[in-house]
């Protein structure tokens, strides 16, 4: 069995697993607030202390750069160490990954309709390169590539490039934030906080914010205000700073997906997962993201051609990450066997 587990900067999901063949059928599973621990050791054995299953191998999918089995998380003051798993939780085996590794490694599995939509048909091209865009307390990103025989994922930590304006008002966007940072990225503008940013942005500049003042401070004092924003946005509350934060952000969301399309040449397809675009749907369904995907001057004729699909799965990255762990202890076991035959045959 395989523990696992889905490790953000907001909350944490970890589930035990009994197959590679019953990935979609967890034996436990519970999502924590992430911030309510000191550390990933301690939110464990919270989890292990109510199960009823031993296990002895894990991987977890980590929102930060992994490095020599360590990962400082970007958006946590957490630092998760395989080492230290195993020594705190007395087990033999823990993988840590990015966690766009483990999303990006299940997205040849996904199911239409079940797990995806499609936003934009385009013309796929088999065994092309796939990118993976997800925004949520961060803005993780990675990709696909076709090794012959199969898609091998890859991480990237290009959530942190440099953000690029690409009209007037986004220039003021990024002049407001530049102001607060030293280094605006497209992370500080496409994100959970970067919605809330954006919104903040627009109470400065725009008329109607006396309109809206009560609802901007709910917002301002919200632990999430992700979701006060996406209700009023789509039409919960009806507020014009919402609806320009939402627009600005899918805006911005989709001329950063081209980015990385473009970068890896993903002509296979775009999936936008994350914590963001599943609760902001219909906002991506009415063709303005997709018109923000292909424009990109003498490259939109391209961009046009890439299939853009929308993830709505929550546990597409906690099933990655269950799926790597299964397949590195397959991997494990495999070597073991041909030492042990490379040894008979030596004696």
Not at 52 to 76: E, R
Not at 126 to 135: E, L, M
Not at 221 to 229: K, L, M, Q, R
């Given at each position: 069995?395989?523990?696992?587990?889905?490790?953000?900067?907001?909350?944490?999901?970890?589930?035990?697993?009994?197959?590679?063949?019953?990935?979609?059928?967890?034996?436990?599973?519970?999502?924590?607030?992430?911030p309510?621990?000191?550390?990933?050791?301690?939110?464990?054995?919270?989890?292990?202390?109510?199960?009823?299953?031993?296990?002895?191998?894990a991987?977890?999918?980590?929102?930060?750069?992994v490095v020599?089995?360590?990962s400082s998380i970007?958006?946590?003051?957490w630092?998760i160490?395989?080492?230290?798993?195993?020594?705190?939780l007395?087990?033999?085996?823990?993988?840590?990954?990015?966690?766009?590794?483990?999303?990006?490694?299940?997205?040849?599995?996904?199911?239409?309709q079940?797990?995806?939509?499609?936003?934009?048909?385009?013309?796929?091209?088999?065994c092309?390169?796939?990118?993976?865009?997800?925004?949520g307390t961060?803005?993780?990103?990675?990709?696909l590539?076709?090794?012959?025989?199969?898609?091998?994922?890859?991480?990237?930590?290009?959530?942190?490039?440099?953000?690029?304006?690409?009209?007037?008002l986004?220039?003021?966007?990024?002049?407001?934030?530049?102001?607060?940072?030293?280094?605006?990225?497209?992370?500080?503008?496409?994100s959970?906080?970067?919605?809330?940013e954006?919104?903040?942005?627009?109470?400065?500049?725009?008329?109607?914010?006396?309109?809206?003042?009560?609802?901007s401070?709910t917002i301002?004092?919200?632990d999430?205000?992700?979701?006060?924003?996406?209700?009023?946005?789509l039409?919960?509350?009806?507020?014009?700073?919402?609806?320009?934060?939402?627009?600005?952000f899918?805006?911005?969301?989709?001329?950063?997906?081209?980015?990385?399309?473009?970068?890896?040449?993903?002509?296979?397809?775009?999936y936008?997962a994350?914590?963001i675009p599943?609760?902001?749907?219909?906002a991506?369904?009415?063709?303005?993201?997709?018109?923000?995907i292909?424009?990109?001057?003498?490259?939109?004729?391209?961009?046009?051609?890439?299939?853009?699909?929308?993830v709505?799965?929550?546990?597409?990255?906690l099933?990655?990450?269950?799926?790597?762990?299964?397949?590195?202890?397959s991997?494990?076991?495999?070597?073991?066997?041909i030492?042990?035959?490379?040894?008979?045959?030596?004696?």
């Amino acid at each position: 069995m395989i523990l696992a587990g889905d490790v953000g900067g907001t909350k944490t999901s970890i589930a035990i697993f009994s197959s590679k063949r019953k990935l979609r059928q967890p034996l436990a599973q519970k999502t924590f607030s992430s911030p309510k621990f000191e550390d990933i050791e301690a939110l464990l054995l919270e989890f292990l202390s109510k199960s009823k299953y031993s296990v002895n191998q894990a991987c977890f999918a980590v929102a930060g750069p992994v490095v020599d089995g360590k990962s400082s998380i970007t958006n946590l003051p957490w630092v998760i160490s395989e080492r230290q798993i195993r020594r705190v939780l007395g087990i033999s085996s823990v993988l840590l990954v990015n966690d766009l590794v483990a999303t990006a490694s299940f997205v040849p599995f996904l199911k239409p309709q079940a797990d995806y939509v499609v936003l934009n048909q385009g013309k796929p091209v088999p065994c092309g390169t796939i990118a993976v865009i997800a925004p949520g307390t961060g803005l993780g990103e990675g990709f696909l590539i076709w090794d012959g025989k199969k898609y091998r994922a890859f991480a990237s930590e290009g959530g942190h490039s440099d953000f690029a304006p690409r009209d007037a008002l986004q220039i003021e966007l990024f002049n407001y934030m530049h102001e607060k940072l030293d280094h605006v990225s497209y992370e500080r503008v496409c994100s959970g906080p970067g919605l809330k940013e954006i919104h903040t942005f627009y109470h400065k500049i725009v008329d109607a914010r006396e309109r809206h003042a009560e609802l901007s401070k709910t917002i301002t004092g919200a632990d999430d205000p992700v979701p006060i924003i996406v209700k009023a946005a789509l039409g919960g509350v009806h507020c014009e700073l919402c609806e320009k934060a939402l627009e600005t952000f899918v805006a911005i969301m989709g001329a950063e997906a081209s980015n990385l399309a473009l970068k890896v040449f993903a002509t296979n397809g775009i999936y936008l997962a994350g914590g963001i675009p599943a609760r902001i749907r219909p906002a991506l369904e009415d063709g303005k993201f997709v018109e923000a995907i292909t424009r990109k001057g003498r490259q939109s004729e391209l961009l046009a051609d890439i299939p853009v699909y929308l993830v709505l799965n929550p546990d597409v990255c906690l099933l990655g990450a269950a799926k790597l762990g299964f397949e590195t202890i397959s991997e494990r076991v495999k070597n073991r066997r041909i030492d042990a035959r490379h040894l008979r045959r030596k004696n």
